[in-house]
């Protein structure tokens, strides 16, 4: 039965309008086509479609205002409603200026007239939110392949380890995974540790050292170590303990090793450890780099001056994207090349929510094969103030001479004396720091070439070339 025909006494008596509305409601687009496939008319409800310039289809051929390959759709919707078949729904591209191509589904009708009516439906929305699908997939598949990789790294790193490493549950204090390393040192099958308490791998007198480590290591999540012994075999080891999250649960890695053969190792590792400490507690910031000053290490002083969360956020990035201007930078690199070390560079920490802090950086070439690096220590020096007998000392001799004018001249007079003194300071170190570089010291000094130029003839600096236009 032909779904579109129906008693004429239910519509016969429709009003030319009210059908129009009808029509409009009903779809997102209406045509009106001849019997040849040209376009008479248009009218379209969807609001988002008005910059489409649907008008200029008008006068041409239903056919020419798709994409090739839905021609033949169109050729087909006009044959089956030319018959006065009822029509099924077709996906129809049109081509769009954004290059991206608008989908709408169609149905064509035969009217008393010989003209077709063709209604359609924007699938535009639903076309986007498939796109957003797609992507988001395709985001995840990426995402997934990259943990798949590094699980498969690990789980390599895990097995061919000479170190005896086990991965505890720090609740149940069972044994989650155990490396060849350290069931051969324990001298137990790694698959029948699996699941077993560690209580059964430590000998009685032994257990409060090991509950003392694990409670200390869980509770501050500081890493420690101790002597256990092994149950049930005459071995003396030394347990380490460290502390990390997966997902929603904790765990605790364990590294064992021999206490005879590894002592003078291990003393010198605990003085490693103990510097280490040190470092990363010190009040100053200290960053390590690789030479191409990408960082690799950074204590929590760096990370509150680069108001950073975690060391994870800094590690990798460019020590440039904190660490002041792109002249002081040079600066600083040129240096380490030449002498290998910096002391006393005066540079800003920009911060990652826009703060600034003043600091005082001293740097350092460290050189090796494999493992050459850079070190950078800074310290903040925003309220360090040095007064000595209630006279400045951060000025020179010279400078120093200037409080002996104090009751003989005026305020005003000092002041402009004082000034400068500091300006042909700053104006000497820097060009001392640029290597006599002028462009690079006036970009240090935040001026123009042409300032720097004149500040030079001011203060009777020889040698002055005419700056450059």
Not at 3 to 26: E, T
Not at 166 to 193: G, W
Not at 206 to 213: G, I, K, Q, R
Request: hydrophobic share 40%; with cysteine.
């Amino acid at each position: 039965m032909n779904p579109f025909k129906s008693p004429r006494k239910s519509i016969g008596d429709l009003d030319a309008d009210i059908a129009a509305m009808a029509i409009g409601m009903a779809a997102d687009i209406a045509l009106i086509v001849d019997h040849e496939g040209v376009v008479s008319d248009i009218a379209f409800s969807n609001s988002d479609l008005e910059g489409r310039k649907f008008d200029q289809w008008i006068g041409r051929r239903w056919g020419e205002t798709v994409t090739k390959e839905s021609r033949d759709k169109v050729a087909e919707l006009l044959a089956e409603a030319a018959t006065g078949t009822a029509t099924r729904w077709r996906q129809v591209n049109h081509p769009s200026p954004t290059g991206i191509d608008m989908p709408v589904r169609y149905v064509a009708l035969r009217m008393s007239d010989e003209r077709i009516l063709v209604l359609g439906r924007d699938l535009s929305a639903m076309a986007d939110l498939q796109q957003r699908l797609i992507d988001a997939q395709t985001t995840m598949e990426r995402e997934y392949a990259k943990l798949r990789h590094a699980e498969t790294r690990y789980r390599l790193l895990f097995q061919v380890a000479s170190e005896a490493v086990v991965i505890l549950h720090v609740t149940s204090r069972k044994i989650v995974e155990v490396n060849p390393a350290a069931a051969r040192l324990l001298n137990q099958d790694a698959k029948a540790l699996s699941g077993r308490s560690l209580k059964d791998l430590i000998a009685e007198g032994s257990h409060d050292d090991m509950n003392a480590l694990l409670g200390s290591v869980g509770a501050t999540g500081r890493a420690g170590a101790t002597s256990v012994l092994v149950a049930g075999q005459d071995l003396k080891l030394e347990m380490g303990a460290s502390i990390f999250r997966q997902g929603n649960d904790a765990h605790f890695l364990l590294r064992f090793g021999r206490t005879d053969s590894v002592a003078p190792v291990e003393a010198e590792d605990q003085v490693r450890a103990s510097l280490l400490r040190a470092i990363s507690e010190i009040p100053d910031g200290f960053v390590v780099t690789d030479m191409d000053q990408r960082i690799i290490a950074a204590n929590s002083a760096f990370l509150d001056l680069a108001q950073l969360a975690t060391e994870e956020q800094a590690l990798g990035e460019p020590l440039s994207r904190w660490l002041g201007r792109s002249v002081d930078v040079n600066v600083i690199s040129a240096n380490l090349r030449k002498q290998g070390s910096l002391r006393q560079f005066a540079t800003v920490i920009n911060g990652e929510f826009g703060a600034r802090e003043p600091i005082e950086l001293s740097a350092v070439s460290v050189s090796g094969n494999d493992d050459a690096c850079l070190g950078f220590a800074m310290r903040p020096v925003r309220s360090r103030i040095d007064i000595i007998g209630g006279e400045p000392t951060a000025l020179p001799r010279d400078a120093s001479q200037l409080t002996a004018l104090v009751g003989r001249v005026t305020l005003k007079d000092l002041v402009r004396e004082t000034t400068d003194v500091i300006e042909r300071l700053c104006i000497e170190t820097a060009l001392k720091l640029t290597g006599d570089n002028r462009a690079s010291a006036a970009e240090m000094l935040g001026m123009s070439r042409q300032s720097l130029y004149s500040k030079l003839r001011r203060y009777g600096f020889s040698d002055l070339d005419s700056p450059e236009d």
